[in-house]
Protein backbone atom coordinates (compact mmCIF):
# COMPACT_ATOMS: atom_id res chain seq x y z
CA UNK A 1 0.00 0.00 0.00
CA UNK A 2 1.57 3.27 -1.00
CA UNK A 3 0.85 6.76 0.35
CA UNK A 4 0.08 8.60 -3.58
CA UNK A 5 -0.18 7.18 -6.67
CA UNK A 6 0.73 9.75 -9.19
CA UNK A 7 -0.92 9.59 -12.83
CA UNK A 8 1.62 11.09 -15.04
CA UNK A 9 5.39 11.33 -15.30
CA UNK A 10 5.26 14.76 -17.04
CA UNK A 11 6.81 18.11 -15.30
CA UNK A 12 3.88 18.55 -13.45
CA UNK A 13 3.73 15.01 -11.44
CA UNK A 14 7.03 14.71 -11.35
CA UNK A 15 7.29 18.02 -9.60
CA UNK A 16 4.27 17.41 -7.13
CA UNK A 17 5.85 13.00 -6.63
CA UNK A 18 9.15 14.92 -5.82
CA UNK A 19 7.59 17.48 -3.23
CA UNK A 20 5.71 13.95 -1.60
CA UNK A 21 8.61 11.79 -1.81
CA UNK A 22 10.79 13.73 0.73
CA UNK A 23 8.07 12.05 3.41
CA UNK A 24 5.91 9.47 2.10
CA UNK A 25 5.87 6.55 0.04
CA UNK A 26 4.69 7.75 -3.50
CA UNK A 27 4.92 5.56 -7.12
CA UNK A 28 4.42 7.63 -10.33
CA UNK A 29 2.46 5.96 -13.29
CA UNK A 30 3.57 6.99 -16.77
CA UNK A 31 1.88 5.50 -19.79
CA UNK A 32 4.89 6.42 -21.67
CA UNK A 33 8.37 4.51 -22.09
CA UNK A 34 10.52 7.67 -20.63
CA UNK A 35 9.36 10.67 -19.24
CA UNK A 36 9.29 13.86 -22.06
CA UNK A 37 8.54 11.89 -25.16
CA UNK A 38 6.16 12.62 -26.78
CA UNK A 39 6.98 16.69 -27.04
CA UNK A 40 3.60 18.55 -26.81
CA UNK A 41 5.34 22.20 -25.72
CA UNK A 42 7.05 24.91 -27.86
CA UNK A 43 9.78 25.20 -24.57
CA UNK A 44 9.79 28.44 -23.92
CA UNK A 45 9.44 28.80 -20.59
CA UNK A 46 10.97 31.79 -17.99
CA UNK A 47 13.63 31.97 -15.35
CA UNK A 48 10.71 31.47 -12.79
CA UNK A 49 10.09 28.39 -14.34
CA UNK A 50 13.62 26.72 -14.19
CA UNK A 51 13.56 27.92 -10.89
CA UNK A 52 10.49 26.20 -9.40
CA UNK A 53 11.51 23.20 -11.78
CA UNK A 54 14.42 22.25 -9.43
CA UNK A 55 16.64 21.26 -12.59
CA UNK A 56 18.68 22.73 -14.79
CA UNK A 57 17.79 22.71 -18.39
CA UNK A 58 19.92 23.41 -21.36
CA UNK A 59 18.80 26.85 -22.71
CA UNK A 60 19.22 26.83 -26.81
CA UNK A 61 18.23 30.55 -26.73
CA UNK A 62 17.52 33.87 -24.68
CA UNK A 63 14.36 35.83 -26.18
CA UNK A 64 13.80 39.44 -24.85
CA UNK A 65 10.94 40.18 -26.78
CA UNK A 66 8.79 39.92 -29.62
CA UNK A 67 7.50 41.31 -33.14
CA UNK A 68 3.44 41.02 -33.02
CA UNK A 69 2.25 40.93 -36.59
CA UNK A 70 -1.25 42.01 -37.39
CA UNK A 71 -4.07 40.63 -40.34
CA UNK A 72 -3.44 44.34 -42.28
CA UNK A 73 0.55 43.64 -42.26
CA UNK A 74 1.67 46.23 -39.43
CA UNK A 75 4.17 45.21 -36.85
CA UNK A 76 4.71 46.41 -32.97
CA UNK A 77 8.11 45.20 -31.46
CA UNK A 78 7.97 44.63 -27.75
CA UNK A 79 11.30 44.75 -26.21
CA UNK A 80 12.94 44.99 -22.40
CA UNK A 81 16.86 44.82 -21.59
CA UNK A 82 15.64 41.83 -19.32
CA UNK A 83 15.17 38.40 -20.74
CA UNK A 84 11.44 37.98 -21.34
CA UNK A 85 11.92 33.89 -21.98
CA UNK A 86 14.38 30.95 -22.48
CA UNK A 87 14.22 28.37 -25.18
CA UNK A 88 14.76 24.81 -23.47
CA UNK A 89 14.34 21.65 -24.68
CA UNK A 90 10.97 20.18 -22.91
CA UNK A 91 11.74 16.30 -23.54
CA UNK A 92 15.12 17.06 -21.54
CA UNK A 93 13.36 19.17 -18.98
CA UNK A 94 10.80 16.65 -18.25
CA UNK A 95 13.44 14.17 -18.22
CA UNK A 96 15.37 16.20 -15.35
CA UNK A 97 12.78 16.85 -13.35
CA UNK A 98 11.75 12.87 -13.27
CA UNK A 99 15.36 11.66 -12.41
CA UNK A 100 15.24 14.59 -9.42
CA UNK A 101 11.82 13.17 -8.10
CA UNK A 102 13.13 9.78 -8.53
CA UNK A 103 16.60 11.26 -6.70
CA UNK A 104 13.90 12.36 -3.80
CA UNK A 105 12.44 8.50 -3.77
CA UNK A 106 9.51 8.43 -6.31
CA UNK A 107 9.45 4.90 -7.93
CA UNK A 108 8.47 5.32 -11.36
CA UNK A 109 6.87 2.91 -13.73
CA UNK A 110 6.80 3.42 -17.02
CA UNK A 111 4.67 2.08 -20.13
CA UNK A 112 2.21 1.32 -17.28
CA UNK A 113 -1.20 2.88 -18.44
CA UNK A 114 -3.81 4.09 -15.85
CA UNK A 115 -7.21 2.70 -16.48
CA UNK A 116 -9.85 3.45 -13.66
CA UNK A 117 -9.79 3.80 -9.67
CA UNK A 118 -12.03 2.70 -6.96
CA UNK A 119 -12.62 4.49 -3.59
CA UNK A 120 -12.89 2.52 -0.54
CA UNK A 121 -10.91 2.68 2.60
CA UNK A 122 -8.22 3.53 0.29
CA UNK A 123 -7.40 3.71 -3.68
CA UNK A 124 -7.56 0.58 -5.67
CA UNK A 125 -5.76 1.81 -9.02
CA UNK A 126 -6.71 -0.23 -12.39
CA UNK A 127 -3.70 -0.06 -14.62
CA UNK A 128 -2.77 -2.30 -18.07
CA UNK A 129 -0.30 -4.45 -15.59
CA UNK A 130 -2.47 -5.01 -12.76
CA UNK A 131 -3.81 -3.17 -9.80
CA UNK A 132 -2.11 -0.75 -7.72
CA UNK A 133 -3.24 0.41 -3.86
CA UNK A 134 -2.76 3.40 -2.52
CA UNK A 135 -4.12 5.91 0.18
CA UNK A 136 -4.46 8.53 -2.59
CA UNK A 137 -4.09 9.64 -5.91
CA UNK A 138 -3.51 12.63 -7.90
CA UNK A 139 -4.10 13.14 -11.23
CA UNK A 140 -1.15 14.66 -13.58
CA UNK A 141 -2.58 12.99 -16.56
CA UNK A 142 -2.33 15.87 -19.20
CA UNK A 143 -4.63 17.70 -21.30
CA UNK A 144 -7.33 14.35 -21.11
CA UNK A 145 -7.19 13.57 -18.00
CA UNK A 146 -9.19 10.34 -17.05
CA UNK A 147 -8.80 11.10 -13.50
CA UNK A 148 -10.48 14.46 -13.91
CA UNK A 149 -13.06 12.49 -15.38
CA UNK A 150 -13.78 10.13 -12.64
CA UNK A 151 -14.87 13.55 -10.67
CA UNK A 152 -18.31 14.21 -12.97
CA UNK A 153 -19.02 16.22 -15.11
CA UNK A 154 -15.46 17.75 -14.68
CA UNK A 155 -14.86 19.01 -18.61
CA UNK A 156 -12.97 22.20 -19.20
CA UNK A 157 -14.62 24.83 -20.83
CA UNK A 158 -12.58 24.77 -23.86
CA UNK A 159 -9.92 23.02 -25.89
CA UNK A 160 -8.02 24.84 -28.51
CA UNK A 161 -5.54 23.18 -31.05
CA UNK A 162 -1.85 23.08 -31.27
CA UNK A 163 0.22 21.69 -33.54
CA UNK A 164 4.20 23.05 -34.17
CA UNK A 165 7.13 21.89 -36.78
CA UNK A 166 10.68 22.51 -36.04
CA UNK A 167 12.19 23.70 -39.98
CA UNK A 168 15.49 24.22 -40.97
CA UNK A 169 15.56 28.19 -41.32
CA UNK A 170 17.76 30.48 -39.09
CA UNK A 171 15.93 33.17 -38.27
CA UNK A 172 17.34 36.99 -38.52
CA UNK A 173 16.93 37.92 -35.44
CA UNK A 174 17.33 35.87 -32.85
CA UNK A 175 16.54 37.31 -29.53
CA UNK A 176 12.79 37.97 -30.73
CA UNK A 177 9.93 35.55 -31.55
CA UNK A 178 7.42 36.37 -34.37
CA UNK A 179 3.57 35.99 -33.16
CA UNK A 180 1.21 36.19 -36.19
CA UNK A 181 -2.57 37.32 -34.85
CA UNK A 182 -5.72 36.96 -37.26
CA UNK A 183 -8.04 34.18 -39.06
CA UNK A 184 -5.66 33.46 -41.86
CA UNK A 185 -3.12 31.91 -39.55
CA UNK A 186 -4.28 31.12 -36.18
CA UNK A 187 -8.55 32.06 -35.93
CA UNK A 188 -8.96 32.55 -31.97
CA UNK A 189 -5.26 32.20 -31.13
CA UNK A 190 -2.30 33.25 -32.16
CA UNK A 191 1.49 31.77 -33.89
CA UNK A 192 4.55 31.39 -32.85
CA UNK A 193 8.05 31.80 -34.50
CA UNK A 194 11.10 30.91 -32.11
CA UNK A 195 14.36 30.65 -33.45
CA UNK A 196 16.63 28.14 -31.87
CA UNK A 197 19.91 29.02 -33.43
CA UNK A 198 19.99 26.44 -36.68
CA UNK A 199 16.68 25.74 -36.54
CA UNK A 200 13.32 27.70 -35.98
CA UNK A 201 10.11 26.25 -34.16
CA UNK A 202 7.24 27.58 -35.99
CA UNK A 203 3.44 26.50 -34.35
CA UNK A 204 0.19 28.12 -33.83
CA UNK A 205 -2.92 26.95 -31.65
CA UNK A 206 -6.57 27.41 -33.20
CA UNK A 207 -9.88 27.71 -31.69
CA UNK A 208 -11.56 24.11 -31.68
CA UNK A 209 -14.49 25.10 -33.79
CA UNK A 210 -11.63 25.99 -36.58
CA UNK A 211 -11.28 22.83 -37.12
CA UNK A 212 -7.54 20.78 -37.41
CA UNK A 213 -4.69 23.24 -37.68
CA UNK A 214 -2.38 21.50 -40.06
CA UNK A 215 -3.76 23.29 -43.16
CA UNK A 216 -2.97 26.64 -41.33
CA UNK A 217 0.33 25.56 -40.90
CA UNK A 218 1.59 24.53 -43.55
CA UNK A 219 0.00 27.90 -45.06
CA UNK A 220 2.24 30.11 -42.18
CA UNK A 221 5.12 27.29 -43.11
CA UNK A 222 4.93 28.34 -46.90
CA UNK A 223 4.60 32.25 -45.87
CA UNK A 224 7.64 32.04 -44.50
CA UNK A 225 9.60 29.81 -47.03
CA UNK A 226 9.48 26.77 -45.04
CA UNK A 227 7.45 24.76 -45.92
CA UNK A 228 9.57 22.22 -47.78
CA UNK A 229 12.28 22.07 -44.98
CA UNK A 230 10.06 20.76 -41.77
CA UNK A 231 12.47 18.23 -39.33
CA UNK A 232 9.87 17.20 -37.01
CA UNK A 233 6.57 17.79 -36.44
CA UNK A 234 4.39 17.81 -33.10
CA UNK A 235 0.56 18.45 -32.19
CA UNK A 236 -1.79 18.40 -29.52
CA UNK A 237 -4.59 20.23 -27.43
CA UNK A 238 -4.74 22.45 -24.63
CA UNK A 239 -7.23 22.80 -22.09
CA UNK A 240 -8.49 26.15 -20.92
CA UNK A 241 -10.83 27.93 -18.72
CA UNK A 242 -10.46 25.89 -15.81
CA UNK A 243 -12.60 22.70 -14.54
CA UNK A 244 -15.69 22.29 -12.01
CA UNK A 245 -13.22 21.26 -9.23
CA UNK A 246 -9.62 19.70 -8.86
CA UNK A 247 -10.22 17.16 -5.49
CA UNK A 248 -12.36 14.38 -4.84
CA UNK A 249 -12.49 11.66 -2.25
CA UNK A 250 -9.03 10.79 -2.02
CA UNK A 251 -8.29 12.52 -5.27
CA UNK A 252 -6.66 15.74 -6.44
CA UNK A 253 -5.52 17.26 -10.00
CA UNK A 254 -2.47 19.16 -11.12
CA UNK A 255 -1.09 20.49 -14.09
CA UNK A 256 -3.33 20.20 -17.51
CA UNK A 257 -5.54 17.60 -15.67
CA UNK A 258 -6.42 20.31 -13.20
CA UNK A 259 -6.74 22.62 -16.50
CA UNK A 260 -4.04 25.03 -14.91
CA UNK A 261 -3.34 26.54 -17.96
CA UNK A 262 -2.36 30.38 -19.05
CA UNK A 263 -5.37 31.04 -21.19
CA UNK A 264 -3.67 33.79 -22.72
CA UNK A 265 -0.50 31.87 -23.79
CA UNK A 266 -1.63 28.57 -23.62
CA UNK A 267 1.51 27.41 -20.91
CA UNK A 268 0.93 25.69 -18.06
CA UNK A 269 3.70 24.87 -16.66
CA UNK A 270 3.90 28.32 -14.35
CA UNK A 271 0.76 27.87 -12.73
CA UNK A 272 1.02 24.34 -12.10
CA UNK A 273 4.26 24.59 -10.37
CA UNK A 274 2.93 27.52 -8.62
CA UNK A 275 0.68 24.94 -7.46
CA UNK A 276 2.15 21.84 -6.66
CA UNK A 277 3.18 23.54 -2.67
CA UNK A 278 -0.41 23.86 -2.21
CA UNK A 279 -1.31 20.58 -3.18
CA UNK A 280 1.97 19.11 -0.64
CA UNK A 281 0.84 20.99 2.06
CA UNK A 282 -3.21 19.91 2.00
CA UNK A 283 -2.40 16.25 1.02
CA UNK A 284 0.31 16.23 3.32
CA UNK A 285 -1.51 17.24 6.35
CA UNK A 286 -4.67 15.00 5.51
CA UNK A 287 -2.52 11.77 5.23
CA UNK A 288 -0.80 12.91 8.85
CA UNK A 289 -4.61 12.84 10.08
CA UNK A 290 -5.53 10.16 7.94
CA UNK A 291 -8.69 11.87 6.56
CA UNK A 292 -8.67 12.08 3.25
CA UNK A 293 -12.11 12.07 2.22
CA UNK A 294 -14.05 14.80 -0.11
CA UNK A 295 -14.40 17.17 2.72
CA UNK A 296 -10.58 17.39 4.26
CA UNK A 297 -9.14 17.85 0.49
CA UNK A 298 -11.01 20.89 -0.59
CA UNK A 299 -8.77 23.08 1.30
CA UNK A 300 -6.89 22.54 -1.83
CA UNK A 301 -9.45 24.17 -4.30
CA UNK A 302 -9.85 26.98 -2.14
CA UNK A 303 -6.46 27.95 -1.24
CA UNK A 304 -5.49 27.19 -4.88
CA UNK A 305 -8.32 29.88 -6.31
CA UNK A 306 -6.96 32.77 -3.94
CA UNK A 307 -2.99 32.37 -5.11
CA UNK A 308 -3.38 30.60 -8.53
CA UNK A 309 -6.65 30.70 -10.17
CA UNK A 310 -8.00 33.75 -9.33
CA UNK A 311 -5.34 35.15 -11.87
CA UNK A 312 -6.00 32.35 -14.21
CA UNK A 313 -9.91 33.71 -14.15
CA UNK A 314 -8.22 37.25 -14.88
CA UNK A 315 -6.55 35.88 -17.99
CA UNK A 316 -10.01 34.00 -19.30
CA UNK A 317 -11.78 37.35 -19.00
CA UNK A 318 -8.90 38.57 -21.63
CA UNK A 319 -9.16 35.86 -23.63
CA UNK A 320 -13.31 36.00 -23.81
CA UNK A 321 -12.82 39.12 -25.33
CA UNK A 322 -10.24 38.42 -27.41
CA UNK A 323 -11.85 35.66 -29.28
CA UNK A 324 -14.89 38.58 -30.07
CA UNK A 325 -12.48 40.90 -32.12
CA UNK A 326 -12.60 40.42 -35.97
CA UNK A 327 -9.01 40.93 -38.65
CA UNK A 328 -10.30 44.54 -38.86
CA UNK A 329 -10.75 44.87 -35.03
CA UNK A 330 -7.37 42.77 -34.44
CA UNK A 331 -5.57 45.75 -36.96
CA UNK A 332 -7.36 48.22 -34.98
CA UNK A 333 -5.85 47.26 -31.83
CA UNK A 334 -2.11 46.85 -33.55
CA UNK A 335 -2.50 50.60 -34.11
CA UNK A 336 -3.92 51.07 -30.81
CA UNK A 337 -0.48 49.43 -29.41
CA UNK A 338 1.56 51.03 -31.84
CA UNK A 339 0.92 54.56 -29.65
CA UNK A 340 4.18 55.35 -28.00
CA UNK A 341 2.75 54.85 -24.11
CA UNK A 342 0.64 51.76 -25.20
CA UNK A 343 3.80 50.31 -26.83
CA UNK A 344 6.47 51.29 -23.51
CA UNK A 345 3.49 49.62 -21.26
CA UNK A 346 3.72 46.51 -23.35
CA UNK A 347 7.58 46.53 -23.55
CA UNK A 348 7.04 45.69 -19.51
CA UNK A 349 5.12 42.71 -20.70
CA UNK A 350 5.53 39.42 -18.19
CA UNK A 351 4.54 36.02 -19.78
CA UNK A 352 3.63 35.25 -16.34
CA UNK A 353 1.35 37.71 -15.61
CA UNK A 354 0.22 39.12 -19.02
CA UNK A 355 -3.30 40.81 -17.69
CA UNK A 356 -1.08 43.02 -15.34
CA UNK A 357 0.34 44.97 -18.51
CA UNK A 358 -3.54 46.25 -18.89
CA UNK A 359 -3.04 48.55 -15.54
CA UNK A 360 0.05 50.01 -17.00
CA UNK A 361 -1.73 51.03 -20.60
CA UNK A 362 -4.36 52.22 -18.59
CA UNK A 363 -2.97 54.54 -16.17
CA UNK A 364 -2.78 56.99 -18.93
CA UNK A 365 -6.11 58.89 -19.93
CA UNK A 366 -5.75 59.42 -23.43
CA UNK A 367 -4.93 55.44 -23.44
CA UNK A 368 -8.52 55.18 -21.68
CA UNK A 369 -10.16 57.27 -24.36
CA UNK A 370 -8.66 55.60 -27.33
CA UNK A 371 -9.26 51.94 -25.93
CA UNK A 372 -12.80 52.41 -25.73
CA UNK A 373 -13.98 51.94 -29.25
CA UNK A 374 -12.06 48.44 -29.37
CA UNK A 375 -13.46 47.88 -25.62
CA UNK A 376 -17.28 48.34 -26.44
CA UNK A 377 -16.17 45.98 -29.56
CA UNK A 378 -14.74 43.06 -26.90
CA UNK A 379 -17.98 43.57 -24.92
CA UNK A 380 -20.75 43.66 -27.47
Not at 204 to 210: H, I, N, Q
Not at 216 to 237: E, F, P, Q, T, V
Not at 310 to 320: F, H, I, M, Q, V
Request: include cysteine.
Amino acid sequence: MHDVVVVGGGPAGSLAAAALARTHDVVVLEEHPSSGQPVQCAGLITDDVISMSGVRPDILNTLHGAEVVFPDGNTVEVRSDWPKARVVDRGQLDSLMADAAMDAGAEYRYNTRYLSHSVTDHVEVETGDGMVGSRAIVGADGHSSRVASSLGDNFPREYVRGIQADVSVRMERQDLFRIHLGSRFAPGFFTWEIPCGDFTRVGLCTSWSAGPPYHHLMDLLHHIGASDRIIRMYSGKIPLGGRRTIHGDRCLLIGDAGCMVKPVSGGGLYPAFQSVPILRDVLTDALDRDTLDEHALSGYDRIWYQKVGRELDRAYRLRSMFVRLDDDDLSCAGRYASREKVRSALDELSLDHPSDVVGGIMKHPSNILAAIPLALRCLL
